[in-house]
C-alpha cells in the first residue's frame, strides 16, 4: 500500500465519520461482515472535561497530586454520544519534568473501551496531541485494541477543558 491508498483510505474514513459520527471499517482481505477483523472509529468526537484536582504536598500541581475527571463525550452534530471517566497521578520524571499517568473508560451506548496514557502536562497543556492505548472491554468494541487521541482545544471556565478527541480500536 502506498501513500496515496493510505491518503484515500483516511479521506474515505473522514467522509464516512463526517456523515455518521461512526465508522465501521475492515482490515484489509478480511471480509468486511467479520466483527472480528474490523475497527471501530470514533472521529471526530469532542469533550467537555470536568475535573476534580487533590493538591497533596506543597500548594500548586507537583508529584503526588491526583486529578479525577468526568468528560461528557459528542460527536460531530453536537450530540453527547457517552462519557469518560477517570483519573491522573501526577509525577516527575526522569528528565525532571512533569508527567500524568492517566487511566480511564469511555462508555457508550454500544459499549465501553479502557485507555491509559503517560502524558507530559506541558505538551498537553500547549494543546499537542496526545495518544493513549485504548482496549475495548465490551460491545461492539470487545477485544479490540488501538488508539484514543486527545488535544486541548480551550477552557470554558475554571474545571472544564475542551477536547477534541478520536477513537480508534481493532481486532
Known amino acids: 500500500m502506498n501513500v496515496l491508498d493510505v491518503r484515500r483510505i483516511a479521506t474515505a474514513a473522514a467522509v464516512l465519520v463526517g456523515a455518521a459520527g ?6 484489509p482481505g478480511a471480509a468486511s461482515a467479520d466483527a472480528t477483523h474490523s ?8 469533550e467537555t472535561a470536568h475535573f476534580t484536582f487533590y493538591d497533596t504536598g506543597t500548594p500548586g500541581e507537583g508529584p503526588g497530586d491526583r486529578v479525577t475527571f468526568h468528560n461528557e463525550i459528542f460527536n460531530a452534530s453536537g450530540v453527547q454520544i457517552g462519557t ?6 501526577i509525577y516527575t520524571g526522569s528528565d525532571g519534568a512533569l508527567y500524568e499517568r492517566i487511566v480511564a473508560v469511555d462508555t457508550y451506548t454500544d459499549g465501553r473501551v479502557s485507555w491509559t496514557a503517560q502524558v507530559l502536562i506541558a505538551s498537553a497543556g500547549s494543546g499537542e496531541d496526545q495518544t ?5 472491554l465490551t460491545g461492539r468494541y470487545a477485544g479490540k485494541t488501538g488508539a484514543r487521541h486527545f488535544q486541548v ?9 475542551l477536547f477534541a478527541s478520536s477513537l480508534t480500536v481493532c481486532g
Open 22 to 27: 461512526v465508522a465501521v471499517l475492515g482490515t
Open 153 to 161: 482545544v480551550g477552557a470554558t471556565e475554571a474545571g472544564v477543558t
Open 132 to 136: 493513549a492505548t485504548a482496549v475495548g
Open 84 to 89: 469518560a471517566d477517570g483519573g491522573a497521578l
Open 39 to 46: 475497527c471501530v472509529v470514533r472521529n471526530p468526537i469532542s
